[in-house]
């Protein structure tokens, strides 16, 4: 390794050991991953924490979950990648909320794969960026597309941490396996900082048998690995993302919210 990676590698290890960097993913769509980077990221920020939110997800929903006026938007996550006179600062956005700041999401971002094709590097552009004023902020929470891409690997190189969500299914948690196995990929060869901090059950119905018998299965293989607190069904998260706000500011009092206070604070004492 020369110098210069040896100083990049040394500055981004200071600047993580400043800053949470928590990576939301999942291999498998419908449990919930949007909606719980939305409402971690939401209250990190109702705890005091400067908290930034990417968007990493080309289907942009963190960025709509938030209410944002893409009408006037000038650059995204897109431009950050793909951009090299771009840094990070110059991306984020301000929201409603105090302590809470977006960097949004694009369509294009699906395209990321084929413009950078061959380029050197081209899983670190992420945390190239986060040279950039990263510990201006407490906390940042990557909304992580769910499916394995270039744009994948550049989120699980830039987070110290990743939370995996499940719906409380047993096909659901099938798909835990692949993402045990390319979290340790890329342990292994791009970013030795990441780890798997949690998984959390989402969509739980303590009615049902399945629920219990899903969670009751997680915990016999992965035991304190996984979270206590689990995510119920509520119509009220859902809601909540149509009139451009995070659950816990939408519904504070709901079950869904205080079930997202309450696995955040979790989150905070396991990082």
């Excluded at 897109?78 to 105090?98: F, G, Q």
């Excluded at 084929?114 to 552009?125: A, D, I, K, P, Y």
Aim: aromatic share 8%; proline share 3%; hydrophobic share 40%.
């Amino acid at each position: 390794m020369n110098g210069e990676a040896e100083s990049f590698m040394e500055e981004r290890e200071h600047l993580m050991k400043l800053t949470k960097v928590i990576a939301v993913t999942s291999l498998k769509g419908g449990v919930g991953k949007t909606t719980s980077a939305v409402n971690i990221a939401a209250c990190f920020a109702g705890r005091g924490l400067t908290t930034l939110l990417l968007d990493m997800d080309p289907h942009t929903g963190a960025s709509l979950h938030l209410g944002l006026d893409f009408k006037n938007l000038e650059l995204t996550a897109y431009d950050l990648l793909l951009d090299p006179d771009i840094v990070l600062r110059d991306v984020v956005c301000k929201t409603h909320w105090e302590n809470l700041y977006l960097v949004p999401s694009t369509g294009t971002l699906s395209e990321l794969d084929t413009r950078l094709e061959g380029q050197v590097g081209r899983e670190q552009r992420l945390s190239e960026k986060f040279q950039d004023n990263l510990n201006t902020y407490d906390a940042v929470v990557i909304d992580a597309p769910p499916v394995a891409s270039l744009l994948l690997y550049n989120v699980l190189c830039a987070a110290r941490f990743a939370v995996v969500p499940f719906r409380t299914d047993y096909m659901s948690t099938k798909a835990i396996d692949d993402m045990n196995r390319l979290v340790k990929g890329v342990a292994k060869r791009l970013n030795p900082d990441i780890d798997i901090l949690g998984y959390f059950g989402t969509m739980y119905d303590r009615r049902t048998k399945e629920s219990e018998a899903c969670m009751k299965e997680m915990k016999d293989l992965y035991g304190k690995k996984v979270f206590d607190t689990v995510i119920p069904s509520n119509a009220v998260l859902a809601r909540a993302a149509r009139h451009g706000a995070p659950g816990i500011e939408y519904a504070r009092d709901s079950e869904g919210a205080r079930s997202y206070e309450q696995l955040s604070d979790e989150i905070l004492s396991r990082c």
